[in-house]
């Protein structure tokens, strides 16, 4: 049997990361005194809970909400009052691992949203996470809104709550292009209306089908905050698994006056971060690229996101969708009409400058992996 004799004055900054997994995973553990270590402890938790009260504050009054200031400020003396407060932590890594729960530290993360495309999810480690701002870089008709919709389909048909903010495109054509993506029925005779009467049954079995996704598509919301104040209507934080703005360049920022777009852009790419962060769920959003990468026939670069100002900073991944048949001088003179490489422009935690050869099915509006 351990037994670790801890004298009054060492704490869990003390002791480091192997006596917190011994602590996690050792039953015959035994700690002969546990007042520092629960202090500590308490310490860090009522840090965190003024930390998260300030962050809810901020949005609230953004949002125009009333009573926020005088339910903070309950809030933070409920805090204040909490029984054995102890002053702020010296700011070293011991102290934060005391804060952690390094069982969970080392286990599977949870709510990653894997992305249609096996070979891609590897890559990226799963696909994103909670808190985490990704953005899909593409020039126009490249497959952008598609990848967009066919990320989203997957995630609700694994049950995940998804919402999809679309900025450019009407409601009724996403769900024409969701009908055409999970019940493979060509595009352009739905779109006319002009389906035969086996295409019409199969329209019915697919509306059958996706019904029940938890798929919420909007085509309403065109400024920051009313994109803010929809995600922070579906509370409690965790019932959003993923949401996806189509795109990012069409937001409008609403009365903050900014001398240029680069300055709009970087301002709401940044509350696009702290939204994901503050709410705890990751977004998915789309930009248009420059025509640089096209008339330079070359690959696209993080450079080539237009208006980027500090886009590809705040984005935890970017990813960029490459048609080489596009570009004015073809690199690659046989390569196929719908060929499209997704190209891992950034990734913040992996590997980066790696790509993925896709194939775009525009007749389903799909995007598969060859």
Known sequence: MYRWLLDQEKTPADLGLPVLSKLAWDDSFDLAEPDPWIRSLHRHHSERSAWRAAERLRNQIELGETGALESARDELRRIETEPDSAPPSSGTIGDSLAGLDVNKLLEPPRGVIASPWPKLTEIVNGGPRPGELWVLGARPSVGKTIALLQWSLTAAAAGHQV??????????????????????????????????????????????MISGYPLEITDTCGALRSIAASIAAHQPPGKLALIVVDYLGLIESDERRHENRNQEVSYISRRLKTIAMDYGVPILAAHQLNRSSESESRRPALSDLRDSGSLEQDADVVLLLDSPASRT????PDAPPDAVDVLVAKQRNGPRNLSVQIRLEAKFCRLEET
Not at 181 to 204: T, Y
Not at 329 to 332: G, H, L, M, P
Request: no cysteine.
């Open 329 to 332: 001088k073809r690199v690659s």
């Open 163 to 208: 919402m999809f903010f679309s900025l450019e495109m009407p409601m009724a054509d996403l769900i024409r292009r969701a009908i055409s993506s999970e019940g493979k029925i060509p595009h352009a005779p739905l779109q006319r209306g002009d389906l035969s009467a086996e295409w019409r049954r199969r329209v019915v079995e697919t509306l059958d």
